[in-house]
Structure formats: C-alpha cells, structure tokens
C-alpha cells in the first residue's frame, strides 16, 4: 500500500542547490518584515516553482511569507495539514555566494572543503557521518554555511509536492505549505496569517538526524539589561565614577559557569548573554534564557535579577533597568493535547524503512510557537547537520527519506479520518 519511490526521481538534490546560492541571511538589527529584502529573492522563486508544480491559491504577502495550497484529491474529511520550513539562514556565518558540493560515495574520511583547507569535516567530530557510509554529501567550500538550515526542509517539502501531484492515486486531504523569514532571529511566525492559513495541524520540516521527530523544545525568554553608570573626567574619577561597562562585566562573570551553553547539555538550562554595546555612562546587555519548563525559566530570570541587584548594590549612585521578553514556550505543552500529530509522524517515518527517534531539541523552532497560536506542531528531520557554521553538511539520501516521510505523513492522516 505503501507508496512507491524506487523508480521517482527525486528533485530534491537540485532544488536545495538552486536554494542555497541565493543569500538569504536574517539581521536581528533591522525592524523591517522581512527583515532583509534578500529574503524576497528566495521566495520569490518558490512561488513561480509553486505555480509551476501546480500549486493553487499561492500567496506571496506583504511580510514576505509564501503561501500555497495542494487540493484534496479524496472524499473523506480530512484534517487540513500545514508543511512549514524557513527561508533565512543564520546571521552567525556567511551565506553569501554558497558553493555546494557533492561528496559522492562517503567513506568515513575527513572531509576537507576546498576553498579553505583549515575548515575539516572531522569524523571524529561529527560522529552522525559514520552513518552515511555510502552516501552523498553536501557541503559548502569552507568559505560560507551551507544554508541546510532550513532550504534543505524547502526543497523536501517542495518534492513531496511534486510526487503527491505526479501520483494522484495517493489519497490526501488538504496540505498546506508555508514558508516563513526571519526564523534564525526568532520573528519566523510574528506576522503569520492565521486565518488565511486554515491549517489544523502542521509539521516544521527543520530536524536534523534522519529518523528524528523532536516533539518538546526550550522554553525561551530574552533578557535585556540597562545599566547607567556614573560617569565623570577619569583625571578626578576616584570616588566618584561608577562605570557601567565594568558594572556589566560583573554582572556576566557573576553567571554560575554551569548555567551557560558550554556547559550544558540534554536538559539542562542556561543563561546566556548574546551581546553587550556600552559607554561609562550607558550599557545594555542581551541575553537568552532556556529551559525545558517555564518555572526553571523563571528561576533562571529570578537569578540573573538577584546577581544584578547584588552587583549594583556596590555602586549606590547607579540603576539599571530589567526588561523580560517572551519568546516561545515548549510545544509538548500543547502537542500532549493532540498525541496522534506526533504519532502519525513516527509511523511515517516507519514507513520509509527508517526506525523514528522522539526526541528533545535544545532550541526552538517556527513550531514552537505555531503550536501555542493554534497549529499544533512538531519538528521532523530535514537531514541538517553543523548548522550555522561553516562545516554544515546535508546527506541526499536522508533529504530523499524527508520528501518518503512527508507523503507518507498525506496518506497517514487521510487513512485514518
């Protein structure tokens, strides 16, 4: 009953490439929506590569998000399913002018990228290729990321479109596809149109192991503090100056060391300061802080306050203001709600021959927040690895049992409404 792929040819590999050389970087300093208009140049092409395909009711809006539909092809009533990747890539490393490259047939060795010998694909260091002997992999050439994150969920939520069309014999109800911006700096759902999305369920196709549905992310609040110091000629200073730079500098030293990202790990929470600009007079610090439970993240913000306050207290003539934002919350919160959203995922994943793992990611992602505005949403693999670095890397094959896993996911929820 299953459908069968052995003789489809897949147009994954080659729309990831056409994806990734189109530079698509987010900027946490802009206000606009997208936040940088390159993110058009993508997005753009996917809605001519939607209509192309045969998409209907494909939408390009105001704030740069695409929409578009696939039909139902059956008389049942049937659950309408949103498909959801983001088109940014990281701020963190260069996506300007990407050089894909195909290592055919990996063998296990290190992989040197060819335009800058020191960037290494370590074995050693990334234990996930021992298991794509065999393989095809994908990397840049040392001199920018890779943008697997997230164009390789794109380009596989874009195949399976492709094969649900080309096989109308395959039973599905109503998919909805939407790609987003602006993910990698946490605005990828702030200006989604719910109504105009209609979906009951959805999947964010931006996982990274092959077999991998993560059904519980952080919950993730940002932290910004405003410290004003006192400041004064530093001829005639002592006594008198009170810097804030140096006031905020205690404040980060002042973070336990095993509340921080390198120190962490599974579970475990952290503080996390993400940049810091300042004079003597004014300083202002960013941090993130991440839990698995809102009453950790609580304690965490509760922390950081007290070391704040304790900091200041040693400077009488300087404040400081302590501003907390929400960002997301974890999406088990909402998916325990709805248990058969990830259940049909891991027998989806079944289907294509591949054993699922459920698992926990220490991030968030659209989903996150898509699932507490109403569209319940766990995260399936996309096959990225390395991510927001220059050794990113991406398996063809494990592309290839992303676009198996969404089909199958079309007929799961269309044989069992």
Aim: charge should be negative; aromatic fraction near 8%.
């Amino acid at each position: 009953m299953k459908p069968i792929f052995d003789n489809y040819r897949y147009s994954v590999t080659e729309r990831f490439i056409r994806y990734a050389k189109i530079d698509t970087q987010s900027d946490a300093t802009s206000s606009t929506c997208p936040s940088t208009t390159k993110q058009l140049d993508l997005a753009r092409l996917l809605v001519k590569e939607l209509l192309e395909l045969g998409m209907q009711e494909v939408i390009l809006d105001e704030n740069g998000y695409v929409y578009a539909t696939l039909p139902a092809n059956t008389s049942k009533q049937v659950p309408v399913i949103c498909f959801c990747s983001h088109m940014d890539t990281s701020p963190d490393c260069s996506g300007k002018d990407v050089n894909p490259i195909i290592h055919y047939n990996y063998q296990g060795q290190d992989i040197v990228l060819p335009a800058d010998n020191s960037q290494v694909i370590k074995l050693t260091e990334h234990p996930a290729l021992s298991q794509q002997i065999g393989n095809d992999i994908i990397t840049a050439d040392g001199t920018t990321l890779l943008g697997a994150d997230n164009k390789a969920g794109i380009a596989e939520i874009m195949d399976a479109m492709q094969y649900l069309i080309l096989h109308p014999e395959i039973k599905h109800g109503k998919i909805r596809v939407l790609f987003t911006p602006d993910e990698e700096i946490g605005r990828g759902v702030d200006k989604v149109n719910m109504k105009l999305l209609a979906a009951d369920y959805g999947y964010t196709i931006d996982g990274e192991t092959l077999g991998h549905i993560e059904n519980e992310t952080f919950s993730a609040d940002s932290v910004k503090i405003t410290l004003f110091g006192v400041p004064t000629h530093p001829g005639f200073a002592k006594g008198k100056m009170q810097h804030s730079m140096k006031i905020a500098a205690e404040i980060i030293t002042r973070i336990p060391v095993d509340k921080t990202p390198e120190k962490t790990e599974k579970k475990e929470p952290f503080i996390h300061p993400t940049s810091i600009q300042g004079t003597l007079d004014k300083t202002e610090i960013n941090f993130i802080i991440r839990a698995f439970d809102t009453t950790t993240l609580h304690v965490l913000e509760n922390e950081l306050k007290q070391i704040t306050e304790d900091v200041i207290k040693k400077y009488p003539h300087a404040t400081y203001t302590f501003t907390v934002t929400e960002q997301y919350r974890n999406m088990k919160e909402v998916l325990d709600t709805c248990p058969q959203v990830v259940e049909y995922a891991i027998e989806a994943i079944k289907r294509t021959g591949v054993t699922p793992v459920l698992s926990s990611i220490r991030g968030g992602t659209d989903g996150s927040r898509l699932s507490f505005m109403g569209l319940p949403c766990p995260n399936i693999f996309a096959g990225e690895h390395a991510f927001h670095s220059k050794q990113e890397w991406v398996s063809i094959q494990d592309m290839q049992k992303a676009v198996q896993t969404i089909v199958h996911l079309c007929k799961i929820w269309e044989e069992k409404s």
